[in-house]
C-alpha cells in the first residue's frame, strides 16, 4: 500500500505561479511512477504530468508542458508540481497518484490522493 498526502493547493491570480507537493508513503518507490490528474468542475479527471521514480522521466499534458514541472525529491519521497502562467482553466482538484511503472505505462494508476484544490481567479 502507498499513502498519498498533497499539500500546497490555493487561490491565485491569473499569471501567477503555484506549486503542489505529494508525500508517499508505506513503501520503496523504485519501481513506481507517480503523477498529477486534476478534476475541473463538470468534467473529467485528466492527466496532467507524470515522472518515473527511477531514472525521472517525465511526461506532460500539452496543455501544461510548456508552463508546468513536475520534480522529485529522492530524500523525501515527494513528489513536487510547479505551476506556472496559471490560467482560469487551471482551476481544479488536483489529484497525485502512483503505481507500479509497468501498470502505470498502461495507463493505471493503483493509489490515489484526496486530492488538493487550485483556483485561478481571472
Known amino acids: 500500500q502507498v499513502q498519498l498526502v498533497e499539500s500546497g493547493g490555493g487561490l491565485v491570480q491569473a499569471g501567477d505561479s503555484l506549486g503542489l507537493s505529494c508525500t508517499a508513503s508505506?513503501?520503496?518507490?523504485?519501481?513506481?511512477?507517480l503523477g498529477w490528474f486534476r478534476q475541473a468542475e463538470g468534467k473529467e479527471r485528466e492527466f496532467v504530468a507524470g515522472i518515473r521514480w527511477s531514472g525521472g522521466r517525465t511526461s506532460y499534458a500539452d496543455s501544461v508542458k510548456d508552463r508546468f514541472n513536475i520534480s522529485k525529491d529522492n530524500n523525501k519521497n515527494t513528489i513536487h508540481l510547479q505551476m506556472n502562467s496559471l490560467k482560469p482553466e487551471d482551476t481544479a482538484v488536483y489529484f497525485c497518484?502512483?503505481?507500479?511503472?509497468?501498470?502505470?505505462?498502461?495507463?493505471?494508476?493503483?493509489?490515489w490522493g484526496q486530492g488538493t484544490q487550485v483556483t485561478v481567479s481571472s
Open positions: 497518484a502512483a503505481g507500479p511503472y509497468n501498470r502505470v505505462y498502461r495507463g493505471t494508476y493503483d493509489y
Open positions: 508505506g513503501r520503496t518507490l523504485a519501481t513506481y511512477a
